[in-house]
């Protein structure tokens, strides 16, 4: 993530962060978090433990209950909150897996969130995945729906997911994040601006 702040920085550009509450655990990611919130960057989470909220197959399928989905959600606030942190600052987040279904939203929004998803129709968040995945894509192929996607429908609005982590199956070119300066440098050469959820929050407030 430092090399993805540093990119950023050189640009003039703010992000939004969605980390888990074990990301926030672990000592030596608690510096660069503290620095995601000094630069300006929006910081949620991606609740506590990465639970995934419903089936895959059968969506109506719950994997959690409102008790237990409260529980992991309270310990991600524990944590946002030890970095100085209030719910009405992070109150927009991204649920696990970006996948959940009317349950599990009804439950995260009367816990006082609102939920944001990537935008249909960008893959960039299998950027995880490696080749030994049926539906891995490499950086070049991620890139590349990202223009298609911007050629088919415009990207204004648009929530494009990167995933700032060394995933051990993927190489260093083969990590989008590697390529975030290009994806910067080509939208804003485009007329493209970025936002973060502060930017959200704030028009909501008028």
Same mark, same amino acid.
């Given at each position: #993530?430092?090399?993805?702040l540093? &990119? =950023? /920085? @050189?640009?003039g550009?703010k992000?939004?962060f969605?980390?888990?509450?074990n990301?926030f655990r672990?000592e030596r990611?608690?510096p660069v978090?503290?620095?995601i &919130? @000094?630069?300006?960057?929006?910081?949620?989470a991606?609740? @506590?433990?990465h $639970?995934l909220?419903c089936?895959?197959g059968?969506?109506s399928?719950?994997?959690?209950?409102?008790?237990? $989905?409260a529980?992991?959600i #309270?310990?991600?606030e /524990?944590?946002?909150e030890k970095f100085g942190?209030t719910?009405?600052?992070?109150?927009?987040?991204i649920p696990?897996?970006?996948h959940?279904?009317q349950f599990?939203a009804?439950a995260?929004?009367e816990?006082?969130?609102?939920? !944001?998803? +990537?935008?249909e129709?960008?893959?960039?968040?299998m950027?995880? =995945?490696g080749?030994?995945h !049926?539906?891995?894509c490499? %950086?070049?192929?991620?890139?590349d729906? &990202?223009?298609?996607?911007e050629?088919?429908?415009?990207?204004?609005g #648009? &929530?494009i997911l990167?995933? %700032? =982590?060394d995933y +051990?199956?993927?190489?260093?070119e083969?990590?989008?994040?590697t390529h975030? *300066?290009?994806?910067?440098?080509t939208?804003k050469a485009k007329?493209? *601006?970025?936002?973060t959820?502060?930017d959200? =929050? %704030?028009v909501e407030q008028?």
């Open positions: #993530a430092d090399d993805v540093e &990119i =950023m /920085a @050189d640009r550009v992000g939004s969605f980390p888990t509450g990301c672990v990611y608690q978090i503290r620095d &919130i @000094d630069q300006g960057h929006y910081l949620s991606h609740s @506590d433990k $639970l909220l089936s895959y059968d969506r399928e719950n994997y959690v209950t409102k008790d237990s $989905l529980r992991d #309270a310990g991600m /524990a944590e946002l942190l719910k009405d600052q992070y109150r927009w987040m696990p897996y970006e959940y279904n599990s009804d995260l929004r816990l006082g969130y609102e939920l !944001a998803n +990537p935008t129709g960008l893959v960039t968040g950027d995880w =995945m080749p030994e !049926a539906q891995y490499s %950086a070049q192929q991620l890139l729906n &990202i223009w298609n996607y050629k088919e429908n415009t990207l204004n #648009a &929530i990167v995933h %700032a =982590m +051990p199956d993927r190489t260093d083969d990590r989008l994040y975030l *300066g290009e994806i910067i440098d939208l007329g493209y *601006g970025f936002k959820f502060h959200v =929050m %704030a008028k």
